[in-house]
Nanobody, 123 residues
Framework: VQLQASGGGLVQAGDSLRLSCAAS????????MGWFRQAPGKEREFVAA????????YYGDSVKGRFTASRDNAKNTLYPQMNSLKPEDTAVYYC?????????????????WGQGTLVTVSS
């Protein structure tokens, strides 16, 4: 499975930005796609995840109410929509996917990772 993330860039505080993550290859057994982020000097943090079977979406506490996510089944693509961005949202955002069960917010339960896309929010 290959994951291609895109959509990062430089925005101002309060702006919105939509990322995308497209999965290709042997995607038929994927159960979950998720997003994580890592700011300089900080641990990687859970942002959001969507379960393929029932389309449930889960968000990290720091982005609840500001970020949403959707998916395009035909394209195997996940679209995190980031609204009301803050400078503290500045990070490299990674998409991830997994075919096994496990805690969605646990990065170690994911099997596949994209290359990351940088989001910079200026104040």
């Amino acid at each position: 499975v290959q994951l291609q993330a895109s959509g990062g860039g430089l925005v101002q505080a309060g702006d919105s930005l939509r990322l995308s993550c497209a999965a290709s290859g042997r995607t038929y057994n994927l159960r979950t796609m998720g997003w994580f982020r890592q700011a300089p000097g900080k641990e990687r943090e859970f942002v959001a995840a969507i379960t393929w079977g029932n389309s449930n979406i889960y968000y990290g506490d720091s982005v609840k109410g500001r970020f949403t996510a959707s998916r395009d089944n035909a394209k195997n693509t996940l679209y995190p929509q980031m609204n009301s961005l803050k400078p503290e949202d500045t990070a490299v955002y990674y998409c991830a996917a997994k075919s096994r069960a496990g805690v969605l917010a646990n990065q170690h339960s994911y099997d596949y990772w994209g290359q990351g896309t940088l989001v910079t929010v200026s104040s």
